[in-house]
Structures are given as structure tokens and as C-alpha cells.
């Protein structure tokens, strides 16, 4: 039996990220460097929310730029990302098989939450690539249910990635950046949070974070950029290990803590 990929949780930050990827780019490129090549990745970005769970079946998955106003050079990115008909319906089987019936999309490309980490990790886009959907009214115990559901993947090769913020508050960053760019206290508070109940295996702190966690509807107005962990924690199955990649803020509110989930 092949031994199970760890699962990631990784940052996409603002958009300008894939032209100026930073410190958090570097951890990235070394996270991905350090990986048995996969079969598939499995990617769960908070950037496509759909009521029912659903799966990516296009063969060459388009390049979405679903961002406005920001420099042009960002519109010419492409990330030439091809997919695998028989590895999605293996995704479905899967979340099948844990009683959640999912849809099958066989138009849907990639959105920045997807190919921008993605192009930095992989950028010879040699590995193909399986977009499934998040849930957000389903909070992170669904999103913790779906990342179990694809738990036997992780031992077939599949690589799972969810990517999203460990802080996300738009708001926050305009009045940072009209005030000088100072960081609001919440954002290391509520990474820092997290990081401890994540060293502790704390999955019940984790998934009523919203309540116990500082800061944590400022650092969430809505929290559908969150639960891309949760994807992540639950597919790397029980006692998993999180051991913090990168740790840092971009953009003074955006907390970039990238995350591998070591399967025990």
C-alpha cells in the first residue's frame, strides 16, 4: 500500500500574490518540493461554494480570473492545468461512499484560489487537477465531513489541497491601508490560536472556533476562506500531525499560515 500524502491547507492571498509571491510563495515552493509526485490533486478552494459537494470532470481546466481592478499583467496568467476523468470519479465514489452524493461539472475551470497556489507549487502543471466545491452553510463540520470522505484518497496517491486564509476581512484591509497599514491585534491572535488547538489535536475548539477562537468573526465575516482547512484536517483522518509551514501576514490583514496535515 502506498503511504498516504500528507494534506495541505495553503494561502492565495490576494490576487497580486501570483505576481508577487513573497516569503509565503518560497514555503510553498519548498512545501511542494519536498512531495512524493501525486496521482491527482484534489483542490477545494473558498472561491467556489455550491449548496451539494461538487467535482470537476473538464479535461483542460480554464484559467478564471474572477477578480476586477487589479494590474493587467494578472489577466495574461495562465496556469495550463489538465484534469483526469477517471481520478474525478474516483472523488465521487468517494464522497459517495461517505453519503454525500455530488454533482458532476464538467465545465468548471480554475479561480485564483485554485491556480494561483497551484502555479507556484506545481508550475509545470504536470499533475492533474480535480476542483471540488465547498459548503459554506454547512460550516466547518461539513467541510470537516467532506476532507474525511476523501481520507482513503490520500493512501491512492491523490494529493488534497484546500486553499483559503487563515484571516479574511476586506473591510479591514481598506481601513488598514487608508490608516497607515497598521495590523489589527485579531489577525496573530487568531492565527495563533488555531495553530495551538491544531498542535493539540483540539477538534472540538476547532470546529466551534467561531465561539472560543479571539477575534474570530473579525477575522471571518463569513468564513467560507476558512473552511478549506477544515477540508484539509479532516482528509489527513484522526490524530493527524499539523505542522505550521509558513507563518506571516500580507497586505496587513491577510494572515498567509500554510499548513501540512501528516496522516498517523
Known amino acids: ?16 500574490f501570483a505576481l508577487r509571491p513573497g516569503a509565503a510563495g518560497a514555503a510553498l515552493k519548498a512545501l511542494a518540493s519536498t512531495l512524493t509526485q501525486p ?8 472561491h467556489w461554494d455550491t449548496v451539494q459537494p461538487t467535482v470537476g470532470f473538464a479535461e483542460r481546466l480554464e484559467t478564471i480570473h474572477d477578480f476586477w481592478g ?3 499583467e494578472l489577466y495574461s496568467l495562465r496556469y495550463p492545468a489538465t484534469g483526469c476523468r477517471e481520478a474525478s470519479q474516483q472523488v465521487v465514489e468517494a ?12 465545465e468548471r475551470g480554475l479561480d485564483h484560489g485554485a491556480w494561483v497556489p497551484l502555479r507556484l507549487m506545481f508550475p509545470d502543471a504536470e499533475v492533474p487537477v480535480i476542483p471540488l466545491s465547498i459548503q459554506s452553510r454547512g460550516g466547518p463540520e461539513q467541510a470537516f465531513k467532506l476532507g474525511r470522505a476523501l481520507q482513503p484518497l490520500t493512501s491512492q496517491c491523490f494529493l488534497v489541497i484546500g486553499s483559503g486564509s487563515i484571516t479574511h476581512n476586506l473591510r479591514d484591509f481598506q481601513l488598514a491601508w487608508r490608516n497607515g497599514g497598521q495590523t489589527p491585534a485579531y489577525v496573530r491572535q487568531f492565527s495563533n490560536w488555531l495553530a495551538e488547538h491544531l498542535a493539540t489535536r483540539d477538534q472540538a475548539a476547532l470546529l466551534d472556533y467561531r465561539r472560543q477562537a479571539p477575534g474570530a468573526v ?11 482547512l477544515y477540508v484539509a484536517l479532516g482528509a489527513a483522518g484522526e490524530n493527524a500531525e499539523a505542522r505550521r509551514v509558513h507563518a506571516g501576514i500580507d497586505d496587513y490583514v491577510i494572515a498567509m499560515d500554510a499548513y501540512a496535515f501528516q496522516p498517523q
Do not use: C, K
Request: glycine share 4%.
Open 39 to 46: 496521482r491527482a490533486i484534489v483542490i477545494v478552494s473558498a
Open 95 to 106: 464522497l459517495a461512499a461517505a453519503g454525500l452524493p455530488a454533482i458532476s461539472d464538467s
Open 1 to 16: 500500500m502506498n503511504l498516504p500524502h500528507p494534506a495541505l491547507f495553503v494561502p492565495h492571498g490576494a490576487p497580486t
Open 218 to 228: 473579525q477575522a471571518h465575516p463569513s468564513d467560507e476562506h476558512l473552511l478549506p
Open 70 to 72: 487589479f494590474p493587467d
